[in-house]
């Protein structure tokens, strides 16, 4: 007798799959982080380059290459984005809040 494997769909937050609770903060910073990864590879800079670039200590870059985004602030990696010549809008809206669309727009 053979049982059917059990499957959980997702919520589309794998921490908060996990259950942590700072999910989304760690959601947050994993696709951040995740841009950084890319726009570095993209590159092909040296771990001494990129510490010059973002203007960190070399174990930091090594941490930040292994994808361990829980090391850095949320602000820190957007940080990073502008010194790799990234253009960030944020668009602030009410999450919760029916009828209302005012939403602001920043460029940073």
């Known amino acids: 007798m053979t049982q059917e494997p059990v499957f959980e769909e997702s919520s589309g937050n794998v921490f908060a799959d ?4 700072n999910a989304d903060e760690l ?3 994993g696709k951040i982080g995740i841009q950084v990864l890319r726009l570095l590879k ?3 800079l040296k771990q001494r380059e990129i510490s010059e670039l ?3 200590p070399q174990p930091e870059v090594s941490r930040l290459m292994k994808g ?5 602030s949320e ?3 957007l940080i990073f984005l502008k010194r790799l010549d990234t253009e960030i809008t944020l668009h602030l809206r009410p999450r919760h809040a029916p009828g209302q669309s005012a939403e602001t727009v ?3």
């Open 18 to 21: 996990l259950g942590l609770s």
């Open 27 to 29: 959601f947050t910073r």
């Open 42 to 44: 993209q590159r092909n």
């Open 54 to 56: 973002l203007g960190i």
């Open 68 to 72: 361990e985004f829980q090391r850095f």
């Open 75 to 77: 602000g820190k990696l």
């Open 106 to 108: 920043i460029s940073l």
